[in-house]
């Protein structure tokens, strides 16, 4: 089994929840100049679907929760897309010797990816895809987001999820035919 750091496990989670919540803010001020919205700034903090915020009504809520959602789901596809691609096609255990020396001379090699880093990095991703379903979950119970905006954040969420426990899967079943 592979050796989990706590310090680079943090370290690779910070950029991915920053990422989110940037996400889920800038899809309220999108949602702004899509709808009439009215909603407040404060240091309200209570448990609400986007704290600090303070909307006038339920369904100017729902509609810049929604869209918030949809804009989160799409950052986090786009961002695991590219982890998993990575992965996948530039890591240095499978990567042609020719493919590096082109990355190196282009000085892109910094794209070459170990296997502790890939770990750690899918690790990451798979943990704010679990926040990001049970948040928008929670959501989707006290009815503040669409259904298909929840639909989307919860098919993107669950198929990293599925993706990264396949991937674990298919190591530890490797390891066991080593021994």
Same mark, same amino acid.
């Given at each position: 089994m592979r050796e989990i750091s706590l310090a680079k496990?943090?370290?690779?989670?910070?950029?991915?929840?920053?990422?989110?919540?940037?996400?889920?803010?800038?899809?309220?001020?999108? +949602?702004t100049f899509i709808f009439p919205i009215q909603f407040t700034f404060g240091l309200k903090l209570h448990f609400a679907?986007?704290?600090?915020?303070?909307?006038?009504?339920?369904?100017?809520?729902?509609?810049?929760? +929604?869209?918030?959602?949809?804009?989160?789901?799409?950052?986090?596809?786009?961002?695991? !897309?590219f982890v998993a691609f990575r992965t996948l096609h530039l890591h240095e255990d499978h990567i042609h010797p020719k493919e590096a020396v082109r990355l190196h001379q282009k000085k892109m090699d910094h794209f070459i990816i170990n296997s502790r880093e890939a770990f750690h990095q899918a690790l990451s991703w798979s943990a704010v895809a679990a926040i990001s379903l049970a948040s928008s979950t929670a959501d989707f119970?006290? !009815?503040?987001?669409?259904?298909? +905006?929840?639909?989307?954040?919860?098919?993107?969420s669950a198929t990293i999820l599925l993706l990264f426990a396949v991937t674990i899967g298919g190591d530890l079943s490797l390891e066991r035919k080593k021994v």
């Open positions: 496990l943090v370290d690779e989670i910070i950029f991915p929840f920053v990422l989110l919540v940037a996400a889920r803010y800038f899809g309220v001020f999108v +949602s679907p986007l704290p600090f915020l303070s909307f006038a009504s339920l369904n100017d809520l729902e509609t810049a929760n +929604s869209v918030s959602w949809v804009f989160t789901g799409a950052v986090l596809a786009v961002a695991f !897309g119970i006290l !009815g503040n987001v669409s259904t298909i +905006s929840f639909g989307v954040v919860a098919a993107i």
